[in-house]
């Protein structure tokens, strides 16, 4: 059996955490696990969040295709969870979400493109091949796209992290199992 380094509660947290989860609480109805996690340290939670709502020049949608695609690689149970419910008000399909994660959309080409390059470069540790990147400019995505792209990546990776350390329950209904073929 796993690990768990349990969530603080708002009575374990600094002052500065306090708010935010007052903040959080206010916004969501709730404080995930996962964020809760981050509170275990001074400014991380802070920092986490304004990386997590930087301006980007990508969509939501576009966004919620990285965090799925990441998470299905580094196999994240609880970010796979909280993004197939933030996949949904997003306007995507149960079938589509699943198609996501495991690194392709049938039904979008821009985002067949993005889905791709993003579970190639997951895999191969920030390295893509080259026909993914050359997929990804041609499907319309340019150099500030793929920064932002990065960035995602990056701050999809640090939650999946922590999730794989804490292992803090999953507190959004449960992602249903991938089948691959």
């Known amino acids: 059996m796993a690990t768990v380094i349990n969530a603080p509660t708002r009575d374990e947290v600094s002052e500065n955490n306090k708010v935010i989860f007052d903040q ?38 576009e966004r919620e295709v990285i965090n799925l695609a990441v998470s299905q690689v ?40 993005l889905a791709l390059f993003v579970k190639d470069i997951t895999i191969n540790r920030g390295k893509p091949t080259p026909e993914a990147l050359d997929n990804f400019f041609a499907a319309g995505y340019d150099k500030a796209n793929l920064v932002d792209v990065l960035m995602v990546i ?28």
């Open 74 to 113: 580094n196999e994240c149970q609880y970010c796979l969870s909280a993004h197939t419910a933030l996949g949904k008000m997003n306007g995507f399909t149960e079938d589509q979400i699943l198609e996501l994660r495991a690194g392709s959309a049938s039904f979008d080409s821009k985002l067949n493109a």
């Open 154 to 181: 990056g701050d999809k990776i640090i939650s999946n992290f922590i999730h794989g350390v804490t292992n803090v329950p999953i507190d959004f209904p449960l992602a249903p199992e991938l089948i691959e073929a």
């Open 24 to 61: 959080l609480e206010k916004g969501l109805g709730f404080v995930p696990n996962l964020y809760a996690s981050y509170a275990h340290n001074e400014t991380a939670l802070g920092d986490y969040l304004t990386l997590q709502n930087r301006r980007s020049t990508l969509k939501a949608k």
